[in-house]
């Protein structure tokens, strides 16, 4: 082994090795289970970012987890086709390269373009996924626009739509003037805005006066602009201001239009003036009121978000209608929406119906990809009939056939399902799967697989001219499939027969409702056990929470908090850093805010960890559900411990190579250290295999990081320095044989979440202890042998320890060198008397020791520092050891210096203006400082006493 552990060195060469040799495919054997993962699929515009990483290191533990336990375990990987997002990157690219649009191109030859830029720039994230050590079966990888996954997605809309579960119908939804598009609510982002909120006064018809005795109501609104769309004016039932006026009319400004005041408890009595105007085309809340009153819809925009000549008028379920006249005023006529929105305000005033303007911050929602805001607009678009989906679905949580650790994302789910809206699935895009449904001349919908179908099953003449509709289906649609798609579904493949249901679903709390669940929905659907009973797709979600800055803050490039995993695995020069952040950002000032936040951060840029490092933080981050405040202090210490375990590895493997380690016979004489080592190692086992059985990643590191720092390493491998050193023959080969079984072991345990370190180390160790195989993934997990621990040597080594250690404390405490030797005295029983007397060798060696002397009941005990040992006391005669008056006037200048310490942090604390300005992540940094230095604080003055006395 190199002296230095260098993960550069090592890595990429190793994984290629690994991929080769196919170790991440299936083994086949089924004997001892099958294991499946699925990867939740990245889209294929994107990159590796935190979250990826933290959620793939945990995939992997457990794959590697699984295999070593001797399960056939196949992780499946792919990617998803991102209809919005990869669109969008190709049009871009053409523009900037071409000075075209995807119209010059023409539906099919645009799609071609985004095939070519997939197979040249789409498969970045897959690339970056092999720097984690992800070790999914490459040969699987599947794509959501494969023919397979096509024709899986093909087959499920034709089934759902011959079951009366898919129809196309006139609904509100979330549209994206400038994408030309309807987008799901995980597109939309709401920003707070500044804005106004207009109160409009609305004429009464027919002579009607208010309680107050006005001839108007008044009206607020963040969206005058909406007013051409109105159909009511909503008053609560309850409100004594308004009973009277129920069921009478308004004459809307501007458009003349007759509509009714209707009564429903949308409209708050204690909100505003508790009359509210309903435009149920144009406003979520007002389209549900518009549906319980049957009020006609009125479309007043085109798809671009400019107000129509003619409006669209519909009934309450979206049919035509003629309620109202179509006609539009004509001043408004082919307005933007926010040139229209002036207009309306300015017709308003100038006709004396602007009762006031306040200023009111909002929240407005956005498209993600487009950037503009969102339109709720009456569309026509395919929907699925979610709530017969969502029963069997339901079930399938309460019964326990599908667990979600932590349990109370369950409540989250069952909040969602059991209010299920229908769900929109169609877009208006290229890049996606075309629905397979066609039209002929009169807009009649005909469904199936292929033209050729539909003609067959509906029996349709040659020269019946057919169109297929335009949309393409949601992405969401395609990967609620993944489980059996990817699987060969609707094919009964092996694969599908082998691996399905999946054992674990690894994914963030967001996507619940718009994967999960919908992946539940449509596997219970389709697939089915031998006797007919659906299947789920996979028995457990485990859920993680977001990872985010040390301050707390949500990662964004926007915020310039961004940190990229390969930088961290790498390394990156702070030049390179603040070009990765700043160097496309159109806004100056705030490029200069994040270029020097990033050089307060990162001064020398960010230094070469390693994939262990990484993964090893990311797994003890993972406590259950919680989002994960990142720490680059943590990642610089699990790096020094992966730096600790390689020494430790060459310690052995100098101690052991080339020497008799016992593993062909001889005398074996093995030590207290041998037995206790072996014992801890079995409890670690146990601990450790508990918790991955739990999903508590972080408990696993932190029994990993507790055997391997504390225990092997400072402990075991100083106490066996004085047998290999001074011991017998039997003792030595003993200790060798204990140091290469328990690092063998060790490296197997740490192998899922260390995969790198640990094969390149056990390379060195494994053929030591008789093992010659070219991996350590394909060697067993070790297993908890209760034979194996040795209750008395765990008693012994624990006194044995805390005798060393309560040796150490007083040097420390007393500022006695390390070089002075000591003399211990102890008061003792039969039992610790020998303790003492068996490891007097140990005892002096590593707690610099002259003598150990038991003293005799009666005996007189010099002036000395006590320690007690359970039921021993342990005294150091300190005569001559120290100056008692220079000591205690370096404790007092200590002391006072704390004190200052204490004195200006509770000061910052108890600073009203302080704890109000500064960011809580502050605040808690001082709080710690402030516990730890009065932590030191009490020491001190308990030396001040010890010495005193002396």
């Not at 994984?15 to 990245?42: A, L, M, R, T």
Request: glycine share 6%.
């Amino acid at each position: 082994m190199e002296k230095t552990f260098n993960p550069n060195a090592i890595e990429q060469a190793m994984y290629q090795h690994w991929e080769s040799q196919g170790y991440f495919k299936p083994s086949g054997d089924s004997s001892n289970g099958n294991y499946c993962i699925v990867i939740p699929p990245p889209n294929v515009t994107g990159s590796l970012h935190m979250g990826h990483a933290f959620q793939q290191t945990i995939m992997d533990a457990l794959i590697r987890y699984q295999r070593m336990l001797g399960k056939n375990t196949l992780w499946q990987v792919g990617t998803d086709h991102a209809g919005i997002a990869t669109q969008m990157v190709v049009e871009r690219k053409i523009a900037a390269e071409e000075g075209k649009t995807r119209h010059d191109y023409g539906r099919e030859a645009f799609i071609d373009k985004i095939w070519q830029w997939k197979e040249e720039s789409g498969g970045t994230i897959t690339r970056q996924m092999r720097r984690l050590a992800a070790s999914v079966d490459w040969d699987r990888e599947a794509f959501t626009m494969d023919p397979a996954l096509s024709h899986a997605v093909q087959e499920v809309f034709v089934r759902l739509y011959e079951q009366d579960l898919i129809y196309r119908g006139k609904r509100l939804v979330n549209w994206d003037p400038k994408l030309h598009t309807a987008i799901s609510d995980l597109e939309v982002e709401n920003k707070e805005v500044k804005g106004n909120m207009w109160h409009l006064r609305y004429p009464l018809a027919d002579g009607e006066k208010t309680a107050e005795g006005k001839d108007y109501l008044i009206v607020a609104t963040t969206r005058p602009e909406t007013m051409l769309g109105d159909t009511a004016v909503a008053v609560n039932p309850e409100d004594p201001r308004y009973k009277a006026l129920i069921g009478k009319f308004i004459e809307l400004p501007l458009v003349g239009r007759r509509i009714p005041i209707v009564a429903d408890e949308h409209a708050d009595m204690e909100k505003g003036t508790g009359c509210v105007k309903i435009t149920p085309a144009h406003d979520f809340n007002d389209h549900e009121v518009g549906k319980r009153q049957h009020l006609p819809m009125i479309n007043i925009f085109t798809l671009d978000a400019h107000i129509r000549a003619e409006a669209e008028v519909y009934d309450s379920k979206g049919n035509p209608n003629d309620a109202y006249p179509a006609a539009m005023p004509a001043e408004f006529a082919g307005l933007e929406r926010y040139a229209a929105r002036k207009a309306i305000v300015a017709a308003l005033e100038a006709k004396g119906l602007m009762d006031e303007i306040k200023d009111h911050v909002l929240q407005q929602p956005y498209g993600d990809r487009g950037g503009v805001p969102i339109e709720p607009m009456l569309t026509d678009q395919w929907y699925v009939r979610a709530d017969v989906l969502a029963k069997p679905a339901i079930e399938a949580v309460e019964d326990g056939r599908i667990q979600f650790v932590p349990k109370q994302y369950e409540n989250m789910y069952f909040s969602w399902m059991r209010d299920i809206q229908d769900w929109c699935i169609s877009r208006q895009l290229w890049w996606g799967h075309r629905i397979p449904a066609w039209y002929d001349n009169n807009g009649k919908v005909y469904v199936g697989r292929n033209e050729a179908e539909v003609r067959a099953n509906y029996s349709l003449a040659a020269d019946v001219a057919l169109r297929q509709d335009e949309d393409v289906l949601d992405t969401w649609f395609s990967s609620a499939l993944w489980t059996f798609s990817t699987l060969g579904w609707p094919e009964q493949t092996p694969e599908l027969k082998t691996f399905h249901p999946t054992d674990v679903l690894v994914t963030g709390f967001d996507i619940i409702f718009f994967w999960v669940a919908r992946m539940i929905m449509m596997t219970m659907h389709f697939v089915k056990n031998e006797d007919g009973t659906p299947q789920v797709p996979f028995k457990t979600v485990y859920v993680t929470g977001l990872i985010r800055d040390e301050e707390g803050q949500k990662m964004s490039k926007s915020k310039g908090n961004v940190l990229d995993p390969l930088d961290m695995i790498d390394g990156i020069s702070l030049p390179d850093l603040l070009e990765k952040r700043t160097g496309n950002m159109m806004q100056p000032q705030l490029a200069e805010k994040i270029g020097k936040r990033t050089e307060k951060q990162f001064p020398d840029g960010i230094e070469a960890h390693g994939t262990d490092a990484l993964r090893f933080t990311l797994a003890a981050l993972a406590s259950t559900g919680r989002d994960i405040n990142w720490d680059m202090k943590r990642l610089d210490g699990y790096r020094n411990f992966c730096n600790k375990l390689w020494n430790a590895s060459r310690y052995v493997l100098m101690n052991t190579e080339e020497q008799d380690c016992g593993f062909s016979g001889g005398e074996m004489q093995f030590s207290l250290a041998d037995r206790w080592i072996t014992s801890q190692l079995q409890l670690t086992i146990q601990e450790l295999r508990h918790a991955m059985d739990t999903y508590r990643f972080d408990q696993a590191a932190g029994v990993l990081y507790e055997f391997i720092w504390n225990q092997f390493c400072d402990w075991y491998l100083e106490l066996t320095k004085p047998v290999l050193w001074h011991g017998s023959e039997a003792e030595q080969r003993a200790t060798r044989h204990t140091l290469v079984t328990v690092l063998e072991s060790l490296l197997r345990l740490a192998h899922p979440i260390m995969p790198f370190m640990t094969e390149s180390i056990w390379k060195s160790v494994a053929p030591l202890a008789g093992i010659h195989a070219d991996t350590l993934m394909l060697q067993a997990y070790p297993e908890f042998d209760a034979a194996k621990v040795d209750e008395v040597a765990l008693a012994d080594q624990e006194w044995v320890k805390q005798f060393i250690v309560s040796v150490r404390n007083i040097r420390a405490e007393m500022n006695v060198a390390p070089s002075v030797p000591l003399n211990v005295l102890l008061k003792a029983d039969a039992a610790d008397s020998k303790r003492a007397a068996d490891n007097a060798a140990f005892l002096k060696s590593l707690a610099k020791l002259e003598t150990i002397t038991v003293l005799a009941a009666g005996d007189e005990e010099p002036l000395s520092v006590k320690k007690l040992i359970g039921n021993t006391e342990l005294l150091i005669p300190m005569a001559g050891l120290i100056d008692k008056e220079a000591e205690l006037a370096r404790l007092a200048k200590e002391v006072e210096k704390l004190e200052k310490e204490c004195g200006r942090i509770e000061g910052k604390l108890g600073n009203e203006a302080f704890v109000a300005k500064a960011p809580e992540a502050v605040i808690i940094k001082e709080r710690e400082k402030l516990t730890d230095y009065q932590s030191q604080l009490t020491k001190l003055k308990e030396q001040q006493e010890t010495i005193k006395s002396l």
